[in-house]
């Protein structure tokens, strides 16, 4: 179980520090995570002789960049997009909907609290997504691992 969300802890901390400090994403690391995530899958396949990871990895991919997509439509960039893309095929579609619902909840409270009431600033201010994203994945995991998705 470590061992698979390795490449996206990696991918993880690498775009969350570029997303910080230069207010874009690493194209390298998702392209890396996104290799590793289909790597991991096929290995699944053929110790389980089976293709259901595949399709576990497939469509919590294709609800990842769909659900990014849509938020890309109002103000998102895409770097975050390609990033949920790759969650979702780690996660799947229910921890990966976690995950999302986590880091809308950090933003939102981060960008209430910190921009708006300490900087002074407008609440149309840019605001690096991808550490919320990342706080919410690795919720997702714990979540997964602690309590065995029993809520």
């Given at each position: ?95 990966f ?29 840019s605001?690096p997504?991808?550490p ?7 919720a ?12």
């Amino acid at each position: 179980m470590i061992a698979d969300f390795l490449g996206l802890s990696v991918m993880l901390v690498v775009c969350t520090y570029t997303d910080i400090v230069r207010l874009e994403v690493s194209d390298r690391a998702i392209i890396v995570s996104g290799a590793a995530c289909v790597v991991i899958n096929i290995v699944r396949c053929i110790q389980a002789n089976s293709l259901n990871a595949i399709y576990f990895m497939l469509i919590g991919a294709v609800c990842g960049f769909v659900i990014g997509f849509v938020m890309f439509l109002f103000g998102m960039g895409f770097g975050d997009v390609k990033m949920m893309a790759v969650m979702g095929g780690y996660l799947g579609i229910g921890l990966f909907l976690i995950a999302l619902m986590s880091a809308a909840v950090l933003g939102s409270l981060y960008g209430l609290i910190w921009l708006t009431l300490i900087r002074k600033q407008s609440i149309r201010s840019s605001l690096p997504f991808v550490p919320f994203l990342s706080c919410g994945c690795m919720a997702a995991i714990l979540y997964k691992t602690f309590l065995g998705g029993l809520l």
